[in-house]
């Protein structure tokens, strides 16, 4: 029997090359995202376009009925979809806080309220949360977004053995720097911090930003997609995965050095 895949934040970069590296390996494919035109191009490989908004609860309730209705199953969950906006906690208006956890961690969440009865009523299934480097280290100016990231990693952890007696595997995927929309954030990162007492020190990181998202540093997202998709395939897996360039190398630096002194690390890569 083909297994069925949800894959959200479909629309462009590691959503849509996940989806096309899924189809490949003869998965039956739903990508979700808001914006539908942009995932035509999927429908040429099989994949099935979903319009899904993951502040709306009424959109995800239906993606989901609407699976299981034309499938009658669901066997991979994909939690791929996220942004940043940067910018100084004091700064960033609450309104836009609660946006990034309502993107990166309630929707996310609600669709794992939606697909884990599936998953547990036919025996198994795999979810897969596209979390970050950035769920395990920080960076000045990103704390609502590392925040949400942080968050994302607890959730996956607790959910991992929750649902291990019922044969659903949870699994978190940790990109580093991609080579994908996300290089935008630098430029967003100015604005938000225009005439502010963090407007010098917003300069410097975007500089870091948008160096670490070039095209010379950053992983491209079809790197990604293989590996979400080698997980979703694959018969035995490890509870987190680090891909790209510098993702092993920052998370070993965060977990063996003191604070202080990645503290001044940071200091010396953000602040120049």
């Given at each position: ?6 894959v ?21 494919v ?52 996220g ?32 697909a ?14 596209v ?10 100016l ?57 407007e010098?020190?917003?300069e ?16 491209r ?52």
């Open positions: 029997m083909d297994k069925v895949a949800l959200t934040g479909a629309s462009s970069g590691i959503g849509e090359h996940t989806c096309r590296e899924l189809a490949r390996r003869g998965f039956t739903y990508a979700a995202a808001r914006r539908l035109e942009r995932m035509r191009p999927l429908e040429e490989h099989g994949v099935r376009a979903l319009g899904m908004d993951l502040t709306d609860d009424e959109s995800m309730v239906g993606g989901v009925e609407r699976i299981l209705a034309e499938q009658g199953r669901l066997d991979v969950l994909v939690n791929n979809a942004y940043a906006s940067y910018g100084a906690v004091e700064d960033v208006p609450l309104a836009d806080a609660r946006q990034q956890f309502e993107v990166n961690l309630f929707g996310m969440g609600r669709l794992i309220q939606l884990a009865p599936a998953m547990r009523a036919q025996g198994g299934g795999r979810i897969i949360n979390s970050s480097i950035g769920g395990v280290f920080y960076e000045p990103a704390g609502w977004y590392h925040a949400a990231k942080f968050a994302v990693e607890g959730l996956s952890d607790s959910l991992r053995v929750e649902l291990k007696p019922f044969g659903i595997g949870v699994v978190i995927i940790q990109p580093g720097p991609i080579l994908t929309e996300w290089s935008a954030i630098a430029d967003s990162l100015l604005q938000s911090s225009e005439g502010t007492a963090y010098q020190q917003a410097s990181v975007a500089r870091t930003v948008s160096a670490a998202y070039a095209g010379q540093t950053a992983t997202p079809e790197v990604v997609g293989q590996r979400i998709a080698r997980v979703a395939a694959a018969r035995r897996t490890r509870s987190r995965y680090p891909v790209g360039r510098g993702a092993r190398t920052i998370m070993s630096a965060r977990r063996l050095l003191p604070d202080r002194v990645f503290d001044a690390v940071l200091a010396r890569v953000y602040q120049r």
